[in-house]
Antibody, heavy 126, light 110 residues
Framework: QVQLQQSGPGLVKPSQTLSLTCAIS??????????WNWIRQSPSRGLEWLGR?????????DYGVSVRGRITFSPDTSKNQISLQLNFVTPEDTAVYYC????????????????WGQGTTVIVSS | QTVVTQEPSLTVSPGGTVTLTCASS?????????PNWFQQKPGQAPRPLIY???NKHSWTPARFSGSLLGGKAALTLSGVQPEDEAEYYC??????????FGGGTKLTVL
């Protein structure tokens, strides 16, 4: 049974960096079929896909348009986890952040975004 | 910027049938968008229901079904139960590096 356990601070000051981790059990960050996604949800923006990381002979990162240039994903094979860093946060980055397992682009027809973390509420405020 | 549009709200009677739709600002939704559907209740993470247009997860109740309808992705609930009251979201894959969620449909069972 695949499970995702998220961790990270719930409060971040404006202009600082938001860091979250998503520990994977029951699957591998180097999976041959899965991509590891980050999604956030706020009342003003709804569900927003932030991007994903996946392995296909090497690691690839795809970033959503809204956060491109401020966001970085890092896979950690020793801990079997992925991390997110979002730089220069503003109050508009206040949201519930989720990690989720989904398919690699060549596996879209085989499974969906089928396992989600518990969510982390992040508030950006001084 | 790609926009995925869903009905903001729908109401259905218990035991009834309702169809939720998911449209893309880029044109007709086809199987190549691999539509996914999720159910979300307050305070919970989205729960996956449908992937790749019509495929159910092992936990998806039989009364939920996915399809394409009039150039949109569709989620039909047949024999609605009170516990189906929730927010429903679609997700479209645009190929390349782009995915987008719809704005959600609040389904009321009344």
């Amino acid at each position: 049974q695949v499970q995702l356990q998220q961790s990270g601070p719930g409060l971040v000051k404006p202009s600082q960096t938001l860091s979250l981790t998503c520990a994977i059990s029951g699957d591998s960050v180097s999976s041959n079929s899965a991509a590891w996604n980050w999604i956030r949800q706020s009342p003003s923006r709804g569900l927003e896909w932030l991007g994903r990381t996946y392995y296909r002979s090497q690691y690839y990162n795809d970033y959503g348009v809204s956060v491109r240039g401020r966001i970085t994903f890092s896979p950690d094979t020793s801990k079997n986890q992925i991390s997110l860093q979002l730089n220069f946060v503003t109050p508009e980055d206040t949201a519930v952040y989720y990690c989720a397992r989904g398919p690699r682009p060549d596996y879209y027809s085989y499974f969906g975004m089928d396992v989600w973390g518990q969510g982390t509420t992040v508030i950006v405020s001084s | 910027q790609t926009v995925v549009t869903q009905e903001p709200s729908l109401t259905v009677s218990p035991g009834g049938t309702v169809t939720l739709t998911c449209a893309s600002s880029t044109g007709a939704v086809t199987r190549n968008y691999y539509p996914n559907w999720f159910q979300q209740k307050p305070g919970q993470a989205p729960r996956p229901l449908i992937y790749s247009t019509t495929n159910k997860h092992s936990w998806t109740p039989a009364r939920f079904s996915g399809s394409l309808l009039g150039g949109k992705a569709a989620l039909t609930l047949s024999g609605v139960q009170p516990e189906d009251e929730a927010e429903y979201y679609c997700l479209l894959y645009y190929g390349g590096v782009h995915l987008a969620f719809g704005g959600g449909t609040k389904l009321t069972v009344l």
